[in-house]
């Protein structure tokens, strides 16, 4: 059963999320807010349950066949105009993917396949038989590659395209909603069990604040006020700069905003707030 | 069992089908969740619910299904006393109405609840404390089952399932998708622009066959990148008003450009364009996106189009605080420009009848604003103006 980590605070629809998709040995499908942690959960899935964790990052061009197994004709084309004796066994040729690898391993690994709506609108479609037999054939050497154990599978979309739904079907599903004050607070005592409490309200405060504001192109997540905290403490900045309002701007914003058009927008807020007093 | 269950979420339009509802009794097999209605919740979600677009539509069957049991939404109203004592008294057994005495009779109880309650709205902010915390609240007692009353006894707020499928908080994901009609999918599509980027992953055929030839007949393979989709597209929807009757033909449109372009955003406004758009439309007042921050955002090559019947007085657009809605310091027409000077591809799709068109003065106006640029809201008329964005 997964639990919180020591490093990961998991909310109790998110432990029940995963829980069911490891009895029921199905894929799960996980949405939200980038920064919400969604790979981490499959990192911290892997340390709790002491198995191996195997990851497969999508990008734009990455296609379903090569998480399964890659015929590299060109390198035994190469071999063969060159008289090498490998030639002769198409099985030297065949080289492994993901799924393959966690297909065959001894213990039941957890396989991730991060940000699926990266790929081709055709990708998801191109790994249901896979997904749901848990096996696959390797017409090179007519050879089926079956699933020792089925491996707990953990998906990841950032919801740039949509999925099929016969692909939606197979999987369970959970969309991680964006963390409250309390789960927040509880958060960050897990990465920065020493900050103080008040520094820690003031950051949490400043840290909404932000989100709320208008016209902010990319809103700031939970990755993102970690590592401001990192920041903070580590530069040691006073409890003072941070509760003062009259201050121009939030201390080490870089770390929050990551887009030149925000920084400007709140360079020219803490400007305007400056000239009204 | 959960057979009811399931055909409310149909009945919902939640799309799911029997292969969750057999994992899903697979799931309650396994003795994941006992008892408990709000891991139910969640645990039922997780499985029929598929896209959190749907989300809202699940709190919603969900109510019905466990119709007025749950429904009572504690902190935002004052407590229907009568009403609570009645539903308490029809489910209670014998032997609970025994224990109840014990706790100093159902009065006693209410006044305690009512307490926890009051204390409950002052300490809001730390929030953290909850009628029940803690299973010392009797009225925890009843919550493991669906028929009873339950007053969250969750440590978070949102987790708990009274607050959750009540609030809908969901709601905004629903784009009601009507599953648009392949034409204008296919008028669409001829807005494709291929661009070759990214990483080589293709064999390119002619250059490795000539360099291979060069090479003395070893063979020298050349790659090259695949072509894909890099047409980038903004749609701006004029939404309310005169605009209803072309709801379903818009909803289409908007679903057929969703799939269609990896790069698009959308951006709704009301009658004429002004100094403010929105995303959202239960939000239109709070959150709204400024015309200058998309003219900084958004680089000259994104191709405009709107939707919208152009209907109006001619007033709304041509003179200063000519909005219905609200005081605009400069006319529409100014904003118009603005946006059409700024990105080179602007295109306007128009509902209304071609034939009517020349009944109205504003659609005249708004049709010389964009340079002539309006085309029906048709599937030939799509094909027309992408052939003019392209």
Redesign the interface.
């Known amino acids: 059963m997964f639990n919180s980590t020591e490093n990961y605070i998991a909310s109790d629809d998110l432990r029940l999320a995963v829980n069911a998709a490891i009895a029921l040995e199905k894929p799960l499908l996980i949405k939200g807010e980038p920064g919400t942690g969604k790979t981490q959960l499959a990192e911290e899935l892997a340390k709790s349950l002491n198995c191996q964790l195997i990851q497969w990052h999508i990008k734009s061009t990455t296609k379903a066949q090569q998480g399964l197994y890659e015929y590299d004709a060109v390198s035994r084309l190469r071999d063969s105009q060159l008289g090498d004796a490998r030639v002769n066994d198409i099985g030297n040729y065949i080289v492994k993917g993901k799924l393959w690898h966690a297909f065959e391993a001894d213990q039941r690994p957890i396989l991730l396949i991060d940000e699926i709506d990266k790929a081709d609108i055709e990708f998801p479609n191109d790994l249901l038989q896979e997904l749901d037999k848990m096996e696959f054939f390797v017409y090179e050497t007519q050879q089926v590659v079956k699933a020792k154990q089925r491996p707990i599978i953990i998906i990841t979309s950032n919801n740039e395209k949509e999925l099929p739904d016969a692909f939606l079907r197979r999987c369970f599903f959970h969309y991680i909603k964006f963390p409250s004050k309390t789960e927040m607070e509880q958060i960050i005592e897990v990465h920065h069990p020493n900050v103080k409490q008040d520094l820690l309200k003031q950051t949490l405060e400043v840290f909404f604040e932000l989100r709320e504001l208008k016209g902010i192109t990319k809103k700031p997540s939970t990755s993102e006020l970690i590592d401001w905290l990192k920041l903070l403490i580590a530069d040691d900045v006073s409890q003072e700069v941070l509760l003062d309002k009259d201050s121009d701007i939030i201390p080490l914003f870089g770390a929050l905003l990551k887009n030149e058009q925000d920084v400007s927008l709140l360079e020219k807020l803490a400007f305007m707030s400056r000239r009204n007093r | 069992m959960f057979i009811d269950f399931f055909l409310t979420l149909k009945k919902h339009k939640i799309?799911c089908?029997l292969?969750?509802l057999l994992?899903l009794i697979?799931?309650i097999k396994?003795d994941?969740?006992f008892a408990d209605v709000d891991?139910f919740y969640?645990?039922a979600?997780?499985?029929m619910?598929?896209?959190?677009v749907h989300?809202d539509k699940y709190d919603r069957a969900f109510a019905e299904y466990f119709e007025g049991i749950e429904q009572i939404d504690i902190f935002d109203t004052v407590l229907p006393d009568d009403w609570l004592r009645k539903e308490f008294e029809k489910h209670l057994s014998k032997e609970e109405q025994e224990q109840l005495k014990s706790l100093g009779g159902l009065d006693e109880l209410m006044n305690t609840l009512k307490k926890r309650l009051e204390e409950q709205k002052e300490r809001h902010a730390g929030?953290?404390k909850w009628v029940g915390t803690g299973g010392t609240s009797p009225f925890g007692a009843y919550g493991y089952n669906p028929e009873g009353i339950r007053v969250g006894q969750?440590?978070?707020?949102?987790?708990s399932a009274v607050k959750v499928w009540d609030k809908r908080?969901?709601k905004n994901f629903d784009q009601d998708r009507e599953l648009g009609s392949r034409n204008i999918k296919l008028a669409l599509k001829k807005l494709r622009k291929f661009a070759r980027t990214?990483?080589s992953?293709k064999l390119d055929i002619n250059t490795t066959i000539s360099s291979t030839a060069k090479n003395g007949g070893?063979?020298d393979?050349h790659m090259e990148?695949?072509r894909?989709n890099a047409v980038k597209v903004l749609m701006f929807f004029d939404i309310g008003g005169s605009m209803d009757e072309y709801i379903h033909t818009c909803e289409e449109l908007f679903t057929a450009a969703?799939?269609e372009f990896?790069h698009l955003e959308f951006f709704y406004f009301h009658n004429c364009l002004y100094e403010k758009v929105w995303r959202d439309n239960q939000r239109r007042h709070s959150?709204?996106?400024?015309l200058e921050?998309i003219i900084?955002?958004f680089g000259a090559d994104y191709k405009v189009i709107f939707v919208g019947d152009a209907t109006m007085g001619p007033y709304e657009i041509v003179a200063p605080g000519g909005s219905v809605e609200h005081w605009n310091e400069k006319p529409g027409s100014d904003h118009m420009n603005r946006l059409t000077s700024h990105f080179n591809k602007v295109a306007w799709l128009n509902p209304q009848p071609e034939l009517h068109w020349s009944y109205y003065h504003s659609i005249d106006i708004i049709k010389q604003l964009i340079g002539n640029k309006m085309y029906p809201l048709t599937v030939d008329g799509i094909g027309r103006a992408i052939k003019e964005l392209s």
């Not at chain 2, 619910?49 to 959190?52: A, H, S, T, Y």
């Not at chain 2, 969750?154 to 987790?159: A, L, Q, V």
């Not at chain 2, 959150?287 to 400024?290: K, L, N």
Request: hydrophobic fraction near 30%; glycine fraction near 4%; charged fraction near 35%.
């Open positions: 799309p089908s292969r969750e994992d697979a799931l396994t994941i969740i891991a969640n645990l979600k997780v499985v619910v598929k896209d959190e989300y929030g953290n969750d440590k978070n707020r949102n987790n908080e969901f990214g990483a992953e070893l063979l393979v990148p695949e894909h969703h799939s990896k959150e709204t996106v400024d921050e900084r955002t």
